[in-house]
């Protein structure tokens, strides 16, 4: 469970492992209302139990610091239509020694893991993207981070009964979305 800010409770998930754990898989950024999820936590508790942690960092790339290092996560999926590149092309990241089976079979491509012709254009085009997300990124935090506030502010402000779904403190700060409720 997440409760009412919208945050994983580490202890949750320590008590939710079992001998059979062989993965755990929580999401960076959440993709409704912008809270940031203890992964570097969460990823030294999955090493300490020799457990593979995979994150979707799908909506924190671009919007704030991401190193697969510093997240302690085995394995890391993005997505290039969320930083402005092409559709229909993302990434995934595998740390050393993580095994995968593939879900499809045939050709060879992509180490054995996808087959199919690769869509050479998406791949230079999701590359290029992420080169300007991280040439951008420090312009844009305080940019977006500020615009962030100045709408709460003005929702909480002007509309009666309102407030925010999710922890306000731990939201990606770029183009982040937020629930607001009216009672
Ligand atoms: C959009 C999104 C996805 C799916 O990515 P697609 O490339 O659109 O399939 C996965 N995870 C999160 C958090 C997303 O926001």
């Known amino acids: 469970p997440v409760y009412e800010e ?5 202890e949750d998930l320590k008590s939710a492992i079992k001998e059979e754990t062989i993965l ?3 999401m960076h950024a959440n993709n409704e209302i912008g809270t940031i999820q203890p992964i570097a936590e969460i990823g030294k508790i999955a090493k300490e139990n020799n457990i593979k942690f995979h994150s979707d960092a799908v909506q924190s790339v671009g919007k704030i610091p991401v190193d697969v290092n510093e997240l302690n996560v085995d394995l890391l999926s993005i997505s290039s239509h969320k930083i402005y590149g092409p559709k229909g092309v ?19 491509q992509e180490k054995d893991l996808s087959p199919g012709t690769e869509n050479v254009a998406g791949i230079v085009g999701l590359g290029e993207a992420c080169r300007l997300a991280k040439e951008e990124l420090d312009e844009n935090i305080p940019y977006i981070t500020n615009l962030r506030n100045k709408l709460i502010d003005g929702i909480l402000n002007s509309v009666e009964k309102s407030y925010i779904n999710g922890d306000i403190e731990k939201k990606a700060s770029r183009k982040c979305k937020f629930q607001i409720h009216r009672n």
């Open 6 to 10: 919208g945050i994983v409770k580490v």
């Open 90 to 108: 993302g990434a995934l990241y595998i740390r050393k020694r993580t095994r995968l089976e593939p879900i499809l079979y045939g050709g060879g």
């Open 24 to 26: 755990i898989t929580i």
